[in-house]
């Protein structure tokens, strides 16, 4: 069966401190693979997707970069964090049928 | 693009009540419509969907309507119990490609025993 894993759970980082998330998915080949961001409330906004190694759309302008060194890997970086990057960050991957199956998330706070 | 409108924001029912979350779309060329439940601290989970090819689906205590014509979709939950508590999100998008949904707003649901 497929299973994703994201970590870490919970971050707490100083502003202008870099940042790494990582994301791998098991049992699917060539996935499409999401980075979504939670802030302060419960939209979810679409950062970053990938529909294979090496290629990244980014949908919002702003101070992350994402990129797929692997075919099941999705990393989230930033070299310098804001304030603003604070959120719950979600990784997703895209199943049959175009069933999106979430991780559990990353709680960030910049400080 | 897509636009997608999710009411309402909260909603607060009794246990046992009904409970209905109602979401337009702007693209008439979508044809998948999703709901998610989120749970605190958690990523959300996929519990019902429904394609244009019909206009409702259920599963259980809950349900999914969809008007194509109107550009509306649903979400139906009958008989809450505390740990519907939640919340919900719809999504409206076109099956195929890079395949990229729109999501609601989100909904918070929260029954009272």
């Known amino acids: 069966s497929q299973t994703i894993h994201q970590w870490p759970a919970t971050l707490v980082q100083p502003v202008g401190s870099p940042l790494s998330l990582e994301c791998t998915v098991e049992?699917?080949?060539?996935?499409?693979l999401y980075w979504y961001r939670q802030a302060a409330g419960r939209g979810l906004q679409l950062l970053f997707y990938s529909v294979g190694i090496g290629q990244i759309s980014s949908e919002v302008p702003q101070n992350l970069s994402a990129s797929r060194p692997q075919d099941r890997q999705f990393i989230l970086s930033s070299k310098k964090l804001l304030l603003s990057d604070s959120g719950f960050y979600l990784c997703?991957?895209?199943?049959?049928?175009?069933?999106?199956?979430f991780g559990s998330g990353t709680q960030l706070s910049v400080l | 693009g897509e636009n997608v409108e999710q009411h309402p924001s909260t909603l607060s029912v009794q246990e046992g009540d009904s409970a209905v979350i109602k979401c337009t779309y702007s693209?008439?060329?979508?044809?998948?419509f999703p709901w998610y439940k989120q749970e605190l601290g958690k990523g959300p989970q996929l519990i019902i969907d429904i394609r244009s090819n019909v206009g409702e689906k259920k599963d259980q205590r809950i349900a999914v309507t969809l008007n194509k014509t109107a550009k509306h979709f649903s979400l139906h939950i009958t008989e809450t119990q505390p740990e519907d508590s939640a919340v919900y999100f719809c999504?409206?998008?076109?099956?195929?490609?890079?395949?990229?949904?729109?999501f609601g707003r989100g909904t918070s649901l929260i029954v009272h025993p």
């Open positions: 997703a991957w895209r199943g049959i049928n175009e069933k999106l199956f």
């Open positions: 049992g699917t080949s060539n996935p499409n």
């Open positions: 999504a409206a998008s076109m099956q195929g490609g890079s395949y990229i949904p729109t």
């Open positions: 693209d008439s060329a979508s044809n998948y």
